[in-house]
């Protein structure tokens, strides 16, 4: 029995006996030797293979250039579409922000205030005593006997910076604060190192320091009841309370609502409000007198009274 030996991809392989070289006679189909004809189709299967298995074209039932695709007016009225809602829905997602912003400022400062206080309580008792002078000049005291329980980074003093002119305050109502009663000369003004800036001064009718408060700095709305507020060193059976400035806004009805009025400083009584009830629904609605008095009442002192004792 003969064999006929042929090389393929550097391999030996071995022929069918009957298609062996030597002195047989080879046989011939379509003008070729099968042992041609063989090796042919061998390779012929092998590029087969390799296309099935490694050409990129045989990944996918049709052509790249065959597959379906969007339209340049499909594509636009998409955009259209998604403009529409971002447009719908970004104002209320930035205005949620903001108000969240406001919110975590004023929380913030309060606790530092309100631990600064029970610190200067300690060594000095409650605020309504550390000024016997009983006039402006207790300002200065105030700030002596409170910053060493701050981180005071800048002390401005009585006198009112350039920057602070160059800064509309306005009420809760959109109307402007006048420039000498946001931050006056009458308030001794200082910078914490959160950028928070602080006025305190004398509060004549309550006998006790009333701070004017800008929670985030000069960084916008400068607006009362959004990022600027009033706060008064109370106190409530000699014990320290920080409470809002509200003896105007009792008598003018004028607490703490969005609605323009004949008075001035609208949103100075929202302080009370946040603090009582830890929210600034004020933003969205208009509250009532009575809705308003009757969240803050723990935190109202009355006139020509200096402190929350009834």
Same mark, same amino acid.
């Given at each position: 029995m003969q064999r006929c030996e042929a090389v393929i991809n550097n391999k030996l392989a071995i022929c069918h006996p009957e298609l062996g070289s030597g002195s047989q006679e080879k046989q011939q189909y379509g003008g070729q030797s099968d042992v041609q004809e063989i090796l042919k189709q061998v390779q012929d299967d092998e590029n087969n293979f390799l296309k099935r298995t490694y050409s990129p074209i045989h990944l996918f039932p049709y052509s790249p250039r065959k597959r379906p695709a969007f339209t340049l007016a499909e594509v636009l009225i998409t955009l259209g579409i998604i403009g529409v809602v971002a447009a719908m829905t970004l104002p209320v997602l930035i205005s949620k922000y903001q108000e969240r912003s406001w919110l975590t400022s004023f929380k913030r400062t309060y606790s530092v205030l309100y631990q600064a206080y029970l610190g200067a309580y300690q060594e000095n008792g409650v605020?309504? *005593?550390?000024? &016997?002078?009983?006039?402006?000049?207790?300002?200065? *005291?105030?700030?002596?006997?409170?910053? &060493?329980?701050l981180k005071v980074v800048e002390i401005w003093g009585f006198d009112r910076p350039d920057i602070l002119y160059q800064v509309t305050y306005k009420d809760l109502d959109g109307s402007e604060i006048k420039s000498n009663n946001a931050f006056p000369t009458t308030h001794y003004k200082f910078v914490?190192?959160?950028? *928070?800036?602080?006025?305190?001064?004398?509060?004549?009718?309550?006998?006790?320091?009333?701070?004017?408060?800008? *929670?985030?700095?000069?960084?916008? &709305?400068?607006?009362?009841?959004?990022?600027?507020?009033?706060?008064?060193?109370?106190?409530?059976?000699?014990? &320290?309370?920080?409470?809002?400035?509200?003896?105007?806004?009792?008598?003018w009805s004028i607490y703490c609502t969005n609605t323009t009025q004949s008075g001035w400083w609208s949103g100075g009584g929202c302080s009370l409000w946040v603090i009582s009830t830890g929210n600034m629904d004020y933003l969205h609605r208009n509250l009532t007198l009575d809705e308003w008095s009757n969240a803050v009442k723990n935190l109202l002192v009355d006139l020509n009274k200096d402190s929350l004792d009834k």
């Open positions: 605020a309504s *005593t550390w000024c &016997p002078a009983k006039n402006s000049d207790c300002a200065k *005291t105030y700030f002596d006997i409170l910053s &060493p329980h914490l190192n959160d950028g *928070t800036i602080i006025g305190i001064g004398y509060d004549g009718d309550l006998n006790m320091p009333l701070l004017q408060v800008d *929670t985030n700095g000069l960084k916008g &709305p400068n607006q009362l009841g959004k990022d600027y507020f009033y706060f008064s060193l109370n106190s409530k059976n000699n014990y &320290p309370v920080i409470s809002g400035f509200a003896k105007v806004w009792m008598s």
